[in-house]
């Protein structure tokens, strides 16, 4: 199975480039937001419940106002809430991310830790959260599992697990540790691109050849080549 996991990897690499962290393309990023730890971690707490483009547009939004850890701790809390409705719960959110500022200000002299126990006791921060961290903003590896790489890793037959711990559990045993940032790199913009939650495209997927799902509807009504 690891050899397929990486194959499926290199397929998608040349297509999607640098990948994505929640809610932003890398190719996207304005000079001055790029994946630094501050912001992968602010942007991936908003995409907690929501789709990527809200994700973006709330963020966008927020740093626009509030760009680092310091602004954050001490934002309104009502004016945090306005800035990312679009993400949804934005009470809680804001709640927690301000939260979240103040701890790392108090208890991390402002900087975002980089080891698994410390990202977790932050505020709204779990396991995908603290792996998208590690892999995005500080080149540690991490297997990152959102829905999009829940959902596709057991479309396709690679996993058979029942919720995102059981697949990053699962993918760490199948994967070399060295691609283990790649997964959620490449399979989130594959997600978003070809293999759509309710519609995959399965005729046009370059990795069809290693996904059950797509086998199991090889010439029926129901793949999808739109």
């Avoid at 709204?124 to 990152?144: D, W």
């Avoid at 919720?163 to 045993?173: D, G, I, K, Q, S």
């Amino acid at each position: 199975m690891a050899g397929d996991i990486v194959e499926i990897l290199d397929a998608l690499a040349p297509l999607y480039g640098r990948g994505a962290y929640p809610g932003r393309s890398i190719e996207g990023l304005s000079p001055e937001w790029d994946a630094d730890p501050f912001h992968v971690l602010i942007a991936t707490i908003l995409s907690q419940r929501t789709k990527d483009a809200n994700t973006r547009k709330a963020s966008d939004r927020l740093f626009s106002e509030y760009d680092s850890v310091e602004e954050l701790a001490e934002a309104d809390e009502e004016a945090v809430c306005e800035l990312i409705r679009p993400a949804g719960f934005p009470r809680q959110k804001a709640s927690g991310i301000i939260g979240c500022c103040r701890v790392l200000r108090d208890e991390h002299g402002g900087t975002v830790p980089s080891g698994t126990e410390a990202l977790l006791s932050l505020p709204m921060v779990g396991r995908k959260t603290a792996a998208c961290v590690q892999a995005y903003a500080m080149g540690i590896p991490a297997v990152c599992v959102d829905t999009h790489v829940h959902r596709i890793s057991n479309l396709m037959g690679l996993v058979d697990t029942k919720n995102p711990e059981e697949t990053e559990r699962a993918l760490m045993e199948m994967t070399p540790r060295e691609r283990w940032n790649d997964i959620n790199r490449y399979i989130v913009r594959h997600g978003q691109e070809i293999c759509l939650p309710n519609r995959p495209r399965c005729g046009r997927c370059p990795v069809s050849s290693h996904c059950d799902h797509a086998q199991s509807n090889s010439g029926s009504d129901g793949i999808n080549t739109n």
